[in-house]
């Protein structure tokens, strides 16, 4: 498994990191896996709200943290995850039928998942910087490491 890691991007307000996860939401395809990584409050939801926004879903995005999962329609499927509550049981859900299926997975907290990560997903790290977000890519994988490229260059 190879690791590439980009350099820090800056977001000054939320409509800026909806629209960088807008651009995402028009790269991504079936089988994609996001992680989101972040403290409360580091704009996760936010940045989901922006690639469900890329993949047309019109309906509102709400954090999925009392029910785990949140499934919406659009050119794809997108499941937005928060596994923050199930903490170092990822077998309390059944994970393959999102990171394996037809749309694209979003996951809240998914550092938590360890070993139950697929062997293929872009990590977007967020934090407060300021008033604004710092955020930064991990890709993990050749296909990661395209949706990264096309995202911060394409």
Known sequence: MKIW???CMYFQNEE???AY???LGELVEAKDVILLTGNLGAGK???TKGIAQGLGIIQMIKSPTYTIVRQYEGRLPLYHLDVYRIGDDPDSIDLDEFLFGDGVTVIEWGELLGESLPDEYLE???SHSGEGREVSIHA???RAKWLEEALNHG
């Open 45 to 47: 939801t936010t940045l």
């Open 124 to 126: 977007i790290i967020l």
């Open 140 to 142: 993990v994988g050749k």
């Open 16 to 18: 800026k990191l909806i």
């Open 5 to 7: 890691y980009n350099c």
């Open 21 to 23: 996860g807008k651009k």
